[in-house]
């Protein structure tokens, strides 16, 4: 049965649309200088993903060079939108095979009330904005390879962090190679989940997905609190070392997973961050 019918999941809420304030200081505090370089490129696409979170499209087809400068998921740029002092950072949730062959950046954004993100998906299919170059070393998922020797693959997401998720599970990792790849994804419920259409996809790619929401809907079945309460209450680590985990999203859950799974005897090396 699709994953989607499995979770009841009201699809015309994807359409619905709304601010909320959630602030992170995490962008902020990143902030070193600001790029020499700046790539101006129209939007090829904004629309809805989930309930605060928008799919926003750059189209990099006169940007060549930025575009191949995308190497490995998990690696972030700046964006500049006209008229709004900051810029913002964002991840790119594209693989970046849609960089090389399609020649955009895709991205997912959170609507936050007052910010940069919030002027973006404000804008329209033809308005232009300003790319940084890109930056980070993504995912090096040479650390848990090769997929015989880590069989376990344990990664964790939260709102919008599910975004280089996206790209590491569509850029694949050998994950039917693996004999346990499970992917966390934390939300406040389903209609905040971004993605839910790629469900099977990455499914058929070989990663279980468990959907952790913290404030489900009446008639929720699946995993209900935090994705550490959910992943503390699974476990079953067989063994931790042929085990490497992926994570991204708010930084009490990367921490908490951190220590957890260093607890259970992963070695911190083989856990995977993009910052
Ligand atoms: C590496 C990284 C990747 C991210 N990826 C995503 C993503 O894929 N999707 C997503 O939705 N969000 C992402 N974020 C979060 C996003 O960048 C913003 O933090 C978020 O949109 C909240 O915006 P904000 O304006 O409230 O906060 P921040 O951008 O954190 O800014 C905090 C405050 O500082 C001020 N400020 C901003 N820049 C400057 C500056 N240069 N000098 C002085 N003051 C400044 C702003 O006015 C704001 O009030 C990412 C953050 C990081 C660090």
């Not at 605060?52 to 939108?81: I, K, N």
């Not at 650390?143 to 694949?172: C, H, M, Q, W, Y």
């Amino acid at each position: 049965m699709s994953i989607v019918r499995r979770l009841n999941f009201p699809l015309h809420l994807l359409h619905r649309n709304h601010y909320n304030r959630h602030v992170t200081s995490s962008a902020a505090a990143s902030i070193h200088h600001e790029p020499a370089v700046w790539t101006t490129a129209p939007l090829s696409n904004v629309e809805p993903a989930a309930e605060s979170l928008f799919h926003v499209t750059v189209d990099l087809s006169d940007s060549p060079d930025l575009a191949a400068s995308h190497t490995r998921a998990g690696q972030y740029l700046r964006l500049r939108v006209p008229d709004v002092t900051w810029p913002t950072f964002l991840a790119i949730a594209s693989p970046p095979k849609i960089a090389h062959t399609g020649g955009a950046f895709e991205f997912l954004v959170k609507s936050v009330a007052g910010s940069t993100a919030e002027a973006l998906c404000r804008l329209r299919r033809g308005d232009v904005v300003e790319l940084s170059r890109v930056m980070g070393d993504g995912f090096d998922i040479g650390r848990i390879d090769p997929p015989e020797k880590f069989n376990t693959v344990l990664i964790f997401a939260t709102g919008s962090g599910i975004s280089p998720i996206r790209s590491l599970i569509e850029s694949g990792f050998a994950a039917r190679k693996r004999s346990d790849v499970r992917l966390y994804y934390g939300a406040t419920n389903l209609r905040r989940m971004a993605y839910l259409d790629r469900f099977n996809e990455w499914e058929s790619s070989g990663v279980k997905i468990v959907p952790v929401l913290y404030q489900p809907d009446d008639g929720w079945t699946g995993e209900h609190g935090y994705v550490q309460d959910a992943f503390t209450r699974a476990k079953q680590i067989s063994n931790p070392s042929s085990t490497g985990a992926v994570l991204c999203g708010q930084r009490q859950m990367t921490e908490e997973i951190t220590s957890i799974l260093v607890a259970d005897g992963v070695s911190g090396e083989k856990i995977l961050k993009n910052l």
